[in-house]
């Protein structure tokens, strides 16, 4: 079956970083995003691994492990407006691989 | 700039009403989209799956009778929600993908319906 888990909340101060894991179990495998949703706003895309390793774009880095089914999205230098909740999403192979897969997402909250 | 627009932003109506959510892809042509739910503190739930011109496809438990889908165009898509009641009222957001597997989903800024 499809399965996505998150951390469900995190706390973390300004300036600091911080990761959020997430591990998946999906029917096939085409890629995973993280998303950033502010409440009662539509999610924003963050970043995409489809190979193993590291992106990194500027303060926001996301990390695949495919064999361990295993994503992180590290968050340095944080700042107050990133309390948000992150989502994990995978892009399976259902609907030629056009369906993704949400996590329950993680609500960050940074303190001063 | 914003690729999805979606109207409206916020409903309130009271039961028995039906509500139409539009949402538009504003610069490219969607083959796919998708339906969202998402009550409060909680992740996205998709409701359905359509492909332009074809029927939606929806997930189990989300009532196809009572979430009217239509992907008339491979620009708009619609979904109606019929005889709506309280317990109907979430956040609805439409997202389009246009292929390509490293290509994100294109997300609306959803619609809050308020079901009084």
């Known amino acids: 079956g499809q399965n996505i888990d998150q951390p469900t909340e995190m706390t973390a101060t300004e300036g600091a970083i911080v990761q959020i894991n997430c591990t998946y179990q999906t029917s096939g495998f085409n890629g995973l995003f993280w998303y950033q949703q502010h409440a009662g706003e539509a999610p924003t895309f963050l970043s995409y691994n489809v190979l193993d390793g590291l992106e990194e774009k500027g303060r926001f880095s996301s990390f695949l492990s495919r064999s361990k089914g295993y994503s992180y999205l590290l968050l340095k230098e944080l700042q107050m407006k990133d309390s948000a909740s992150y989502l994990c999403?995978?892009?399976?192979?259902?609907?030629?691989?056009?369906?993704?897969?949400f996590g329950p997402g993680t609500r960050l909250s940074v303190l001063p | 700039g914003a690729v999805v627009s979606q109207h409206p932003s916020r409903v309130i109506c009271k039961s028995g009403t039906s509500v139409k959510i539009e949402c538009r892809s504003l610069d490219f042509q969607a083959t796919t989209m998708f339906w969202y739910r998402q009550f409060p503190k909680q992740s996205l739930m998709l409701m359905a799956t359509s492909n332009e011109g074809s029927k939606a496809t929806y997930e189990q438990g989300v009532e196809k009778d009572k979430f009217l889908i239509n992907h008339a165009s491979l620009t708009l898509s619609t979904l109606t929600v019929t005889s709506a009641h309280p317990e109907d009222s979430s956040f609805y957001i439409c997202?389009?993908?246009?292929?390509?597997?490293?290509?994100?989903?294109?997300f609306g800024d959803g619609t809050r319906l308020s079901i009084l």
């Open positions: 997202s389009f993908s246009h292929g390509g597997y490293n290509q994100p989903q294109h």
């Open positions: 999403a995978v892009r399976d192979r259902d609907n030629y691989g056009q369906n993704f897969v």
